[in-house]
């Protein structure tokens, strides 16, 4: 494992460029994500171990690839990769970092048991996000849809957890650890609501994107690849180690190491492209596109967007 993370971090570092006094320099590889995501660890974990010089880490997501900050690649949920191709077809989904299995707490006080009982309730969430197409799906398995609620979207999220227990709202929905914070405030009141047995109603795929363009130049796809080849040793020693991480994901969330731990089993960390990627976004697509009053893409245009010759290079001898 230390001698995977050794050959990525002098791939890294070989990627240079000349300075105007003709002397190469190493040019850290620039990557952004949310900062305050415990699906992030593997990205803290690698980016640890090779260094800053080698690569940076900056709080952000797939805009920072189109507006000028430089990024070389970023990372979100594949909802956030399907909005942002439309306007940047050239984007590309390169390897799931991690699974976000998420759950709807809500409170028993508000005459809620079932899901059926959210119909017209109000429900912290995100719309525009992994979490609110979450909510669509669940409550799809019970005849209702996202319009049959009232969705509250609360900045920042933190503010969730006391508009639950202040009764504000009747339910919460999104990315760890925000709802358990919730399901805490409200103690014994709470009722939670997950796919725990079968997942197949939806998981967060939180990826890792970059552009053609920077695949394309030879240079910047070495550093990717490299980069890449750290993230899977960093993914197998967090699914072997989970403790040995949580410490930075604490450091870098401003979360509490207890919280992590309690909302571990609700991440996963492949480390690989899943193989049911196109499936979901395909699906997903359409439900966007509605959202937005344009044409679903068919599999093909969206199978543009995932490029496995990156993880194939990074796996290779």
């Known amino acids: 494992m230390r001698s995977l993370i050794l050959v990525a971090g002098a791939l890294l570092a070989g990627a240079t460029s000349i300075d105007f006094l003709g002397i190469a320099q190493a040019q850290p590889l620039k990557v952004y994500g949310n900062m305050t995501t415990i699906e992030l660890a593997p990205v803290l974990l690698a980016a640890k171990q090779l260094g800053p010089s080698v690569v940076t880490v900056t709080n952000g997501g797939i805009p920072n690839l189109y507006d000028g900050s430089g990024a070389d690649v970023a990372t979100n949920a594949e909802t956030q990769a399907l909005r942002q191709s439309v306007d940047h077809p050239d984007l590309r989904v390169i390897l799931t970092v991690s699974e976000g299995f998420y759950r709807i707490v809500a409170r028993r006080s508000a ?15 995100i719309a525009t996000t992994s979490s609110g197409y979450y909510l669509h799906k669940m409550l799809g398995t019970v005849g209702m849809s996202i319009d049959n609620v009232t969705v509250v979207p609360l900045n920042p999220l ?3 957890p006391a508009a639950l227990a202040n009764r504000e709202i009747d339910a919460v929905t999104i990315w760890e650890p925000e709802v358990q914070r919730a399901a805490d405030a409200i103690g014994a009141d709470a009722i939670e609501f997950q ?4 997942r197949t109603v939806y998981r967060e ?3 890792l994107n970059t552009t053609a363009a920077n695949l394309a130049n030879p240079a910047k796809r070495k550093q990717i690849v490299a980069f890449v080849r750290a993230l899977l040793t960093a993914s197998a020693e967090i699914r072997q180690q989970p403790k040995t991480v949580w410490p930075l994901v604490s450091q870098a969330t401003g979360y509490d190491e207890k919280l992590i731990e309690k909302v571990w089993r609700h991440e996963g960390y492949p480390g690989l ?10 699906e997903e697509d359409a439900y966007i596109a509605r959202e937005r009053g344009r044409t679903p893409r068919t599999r093909s245009e969206l199978a543009v967007l995932i490029d496995a010759s990156v993880l194939r290079e990074a796996m290779s001898p």
Do not use: E, W, Y
């Open 111 to 125: 005459g809620i048991n079932s899901l059926q009982d959210l119909r017209g309730k109000k429900i912290a969430t």
């Open 158 to 160: 933190s503010k969730m």
């Open 195 to 198: 796919q725990v047995q079968n």
């Open 205 to 207: 795929l939180f990826n």
């Open 273 to 282: 492209l899943v193989p049911d990627l196109l499936d979901v976004i395909a």
